[in-house]
């Protein structure tokens, strides 16, 4: 018997395998951003998160024009609840928003 068939049949030496390979994520073409000619016509909004020193969470809302940066809206309080948001947004009416992460 072989030494190699030997030591394979009493501890159950398995072979080494190959890793497997990873999946190759396809390939993106970015659009490029549209360059806005005048005020008011796209607008962002995100939200933001802090905490004041004694504990307290608070969340803010922002509405930021995209031309000049002008900003439209700053909501604050603990809670913004989906009406209070639809509230600041018909506000504006603008030609379009973008949510920012």
């Known amino acids: 018997m072989e030494p190699q068939a030997y030591l394979t049949r009493i501890y159950s030496i398995k072979p080494k395998q190959e890793a497997p390979r990873k999946k190759r994520l396809p390939t993106r073409n970015p659009e490029p951003l549209a360059v806005l000619v005048s005020a008011n016509l796209s607008w962002s909004m995100g939200f933001m998160c802090d905490s004041l ?32 948001v639809i509230r600041v947004l018909e506000r504006a009416i603008p030609g379009g928003v973008t949510l920012r992460n």
Do not use: H, K, M, Q
């Open 53 to 84: 020193f004694c504990g307290r969470r608070f969340r803010t809302l922002n509405v930021v024009d995209d031309f000049n940066r002008e900003v439209f809206a700053i909501e604050v309080d603990s809670n913004l609840p989906a009406p209070r």
